[in-house]
């Protein structure tokens, strides 16, 4: 039947020109996001597509619309989580405690003078001499497990408590990743420079 | 009772204090320390400076040509229940 008239036909076209209306346009967001969290564009871009057909699926059963933008990163953060899990390699415990231990502005502090001193505070000089991509480089060297819950903390401001939702672990496993998360980042920070010259570990 | 807080278990606490995920009684004995501890306030200041420093990097970036209508056409297709 090629009839035009089929309300079931008709329901689902309306759900979908709302769906996209309200949802496209968060899409350069969602974008970002993706991006942050995966290395490769070709990733990014598959991961807010599932998220969109995904999104268009649970539509219907989202109380409120206004909130689309959050819902649409919880689904987004929860599909990055599942398809990246298996790529994160286990980090030896005595790893752990190291990058717990670890300080970037110990290390600074220690450090030889910037041999190109900017405003006498070494802490703040260190962080000018990064440019981004070099910051972006660094995140994206951090293993899955601990940068997908940064990301979704710096890029969509989320709770610890949307954290643990979109992730399925508890807020104190969210405080513990974001902790190292920041930590590893230190460190990359930290290696960056000294690959550069830009600074070099006083003798101690 | 409020335990006099320590500079090692202030510091574990900085991010959470950031992130404002820390309440009630632990914002009070963090924050009672900053008062009396100079130390902490710097190494504060640049965990604070280095959290939006990295934030500021990650701001919109432009989107793939061709990624809106992908989407839109898997939408046209895609069942709705």
Not at chain 2, 46 to 72: C, H, K, N, Q, S
Request: proline share 5%; charged share 30%; aromatic share 8%.
């Amino acid at each position: 039947v090629t009839g035009t008239t089929d309300p079931v036909a008709t329901r689902r076209d309306t759900i979908r020109q709302a769906f996209e209306a309200l949802a496209l346009p968060h899409l350069p967001h969602l974008y970002t996001l993706a991006a942050r969290l995966v290395a490769s564009g070709g990733d990014a871009e598959d991961l807010v597509h599932d998220t969109y057909v995904k999104g268009l699926a649970g539509f219907p059963a989202l109380r409120d619309p206004a909130s689309i933008r959050g819902w649409l990163c919880r689904i987004l953060g929860r599909l990055a989580v599942d398809r990246h899990r298996r790529r994160s390699p286990e980090i030896a415990a005595g790893d752990l405690l190291a990058i717990d231990r670890f300080s970037l502005y110990d290390l600074i502090a220690q450090a030889d003078a910037d041999p190109r001193p900017r405003s006498g505070n070494p802490h703040q000089d260190f962080l000018e001499q990064f440019p981004d991509h070099e910051v972006r480089a660094a995140l994206l060297r951090l293993p899955d497990l601990f940068r997908i819950p940064l990301v979704l903390l710096y890029v969509q401001d989320m709770s610890y408590r949307e954290l643990a939702d979109a992730l399925g672990c508890p807020v104190g496993t969210v405080m513990s990743r974001l902790h190292r998360a920041r930590k590893i980042l230190e460190g990359e920070l930290w290696e960056c420079a000294r690959r550069r010259g830009l600074v070099r570990r006083a003798d101690r | 009772m409020i335990n006099e807080l320590g500079c090692e278990v202030a510091v574990q606490e900085f991010f959470a204090y950031l992130d404002r995920a820390l309440a009630g009684e632990a914002v009070h004995e963090l924050e009672e320390h900053l008062r009396s501890c100079l130390e902490c306030c710097d190494r504060l200041a640049f965990t604070r400076r280095l959290d939006w420093f990295v934030r500021y990097r990650l701001r919109e970036i432009a989107m793939p040509d061709g990624l809106e209508e992908r989407i839109r056409r898997t939408l046209g297709r895609a069942p709705v229940e």
